[in-house]
């Protein structure tokens, strides 16, 4: 499966942002999808995942009541949604899929999108 997020950019502190993963070559209902973050200078953490039928999400306890992890197996898609942006939430949000169970561990996701930038502003 191939991986495309998107929807990325700037935003001032307080505001809003949805991003989107879309997958391409296998039904993204396949996998177990997840976001993860990398900001400059950080190691790679978890955002959030969802399960094949979005039945069941996992947060990370800092994005609890802000993120809200969302897929569309119909159209192959999977979104976070993120309000109340912080400065400390800028990095390069990245999209994954996994063949096994839901996980915040980076090293049990198998493929990996690109990467989408998001800049927020204080």
């Known amino acids: 499966v191939q991986l495309q997020a998107s929807g990325g950019g700037l935003v001032q502190a307080g505001g809003s942002l949805r991003l989107s993963c879309t997958a391409s070559g296998r039904t993204s209902s396949s996998y177990v999808m997840g976001w993860f973050r990398q900001a400059p200078g950080k190691e790679r953490e978890f955002v959030a995942a969802?399960?094949?039928?979005?039945?069941?999400?996992l947060y990370a306890d800092s994005m609890k009541g802000r993120f809200t992890i969302s897929r569309d197996n119909a159209k192959n898609t999977m979104y976070l949604r993120m309000n109340s942006l912080k400065p400390e939430d800028t990095a390069l949000y990245y999209c994954a899929a996994t063949v096994g169970t839901i996980t915040d561990r980076a090293k049990d996701y198998e493929y990996w999108g690109q990467g989408t930038l998001v800049t927020v502003s204080s």
């Open positions: 969802i399960t094949r039928n979005g039945g069941n999400t």
